[in-house]
């Protein structure tokens, strides 16, 4: 059997294991994370088609409507054009990840850089769209 | 008794002093692989995601109840734009001239057909349009999606009629 002070040595040596490993995961995990939502939730394909929707839906409002879409994290352009609502996730503001698009049916128009909160207003006018 | 526990805490121990420099190797393997799969991952992959849905029926849906909302088709009491309410005169004015409605509201490389019947007189009124053309590319394979929404008629003697609302949606689908 192991005396006091080898198993001591063993029991430190194991929680220094323990607590690299837990360090370790601490650095990759958020990490991780943010890489799997920037292909899930703040993809490009994804706020392309939520946005469409958004704008193309906010038509069905018999009065005024204010829709605000905020995707985590995440910067794009959006160019909303003849029916066509392009967005660029954005790796950085000179730089893009990915260009997706989507259509409407709305005769809204705009565009848009470096931004991730959208704003689509539907009154007697028509449907308007901002960002920031 | 005695001698089980003895023999479980001599294995106990014998099999820790076995195992750790597998211990040691599985643990040194382990973050050797999550560096590698980090630094893999974050400089010479990325991870996509294609969303895969019913996008033409998504957009048949949408469509009909931006219709069924629109100033073009629904009765409006002065007021009030009545969502579902659908008025005679406006629809007979539509199905003379429905191209410039949905050439400024409907979706791009789509032709869209509806269909208005009044189940009370069997009054039928079919319109439709082609949407604005797309400056993207779109699939050139076609798709079709049709749905049906009741709604009420209502005429000028304020008759109000039960009715269907039919919109089929043909569309080339962005690549």
């Not at chain 2, 931006?66 to 629809?91: A, E, F, I």
């Not at chain 2, 400024?104 to 079919?126: C, F, Q």
């Amino acid at each position: 059997m192991k005396g006091t002070n080898e198993v001591v040595t063993d029991a430190i040596f194991i929680m220094g294991v323990l607590l690299f490993l837990i360090l370790l995961i601490q650095q990759i995990v958020p990490q991780m994370l943010n890489l799997f939502n920037q292909a899930a939730v703040d993809s490009s394909d994804f706020v392309a088609k939520e946005m469409s929707e958004l704008v193309t839906v906010s038509g069905a409002a018999p009065y005024q409507i204010d829709i605000t879409y905020s995707p985590t994290g995440a910067k794009y352009n959006l160019n909303i054009q003849n029916g066509i609502l392009q967005t660029d996730l954005l790796k950085s503001p000179s730089e893009i990840q990915k260009t997706s698009a989507a259509k409407i049916a709305n005769d809204a128009s705009g565009s848009f850089s470096d931004v991730n909160i959208f704003y689509i207003s539907k009154n007697t006018g028509g449907t308007t769209i901002g960002a920031n | 008794m005695a001698r089980i526990r003895l023999l479980n805490i001599k294995i106990g121990i014998k099999g820790l002093q076995l195992a750790w420099p597998t211990f040691f190797g599985a643990i040194i393997s382990l973050i050797v692989v999550v560096i590698l799969f980090y630094l893999a991952v974050g400089r010479f992959f990325s991870i996509d995601t294609e969303v895969v849905e019913a996008t033409i029926d998504r957009h048949a849906y949408t469509f009909a109840n931006v219709l069924l909302s629109s100033d073009s088709l629904v009765y409006n009491d002065g007021n009030t734009l009545l969502r579902g309410k659908l008025d005679k005169s406006k629809l007979d004015l539509i199905q003379t001239n429905s191209k410039q409605l949905f050439s400024k509201i409907g979706y791009p490389a789509s032709t869209t057909e509806v269909t208005v019947v009044d189940l009370e007189s069997n009054n039928k009124w079919s319109f439709g349009g082609d949407g604005p053309q797309s400056s993207a590319p779109v699939d050139p394979l076609k798709e079709t999606y049709q749905v049906t929404f009741p709604v009420v008629i209502r005429y000028p003697n304020d008759d109000v009629h039960a009715a269907t609302f039919t919109l089929k949606l043909t569309e080339n689908l962005l690549k």
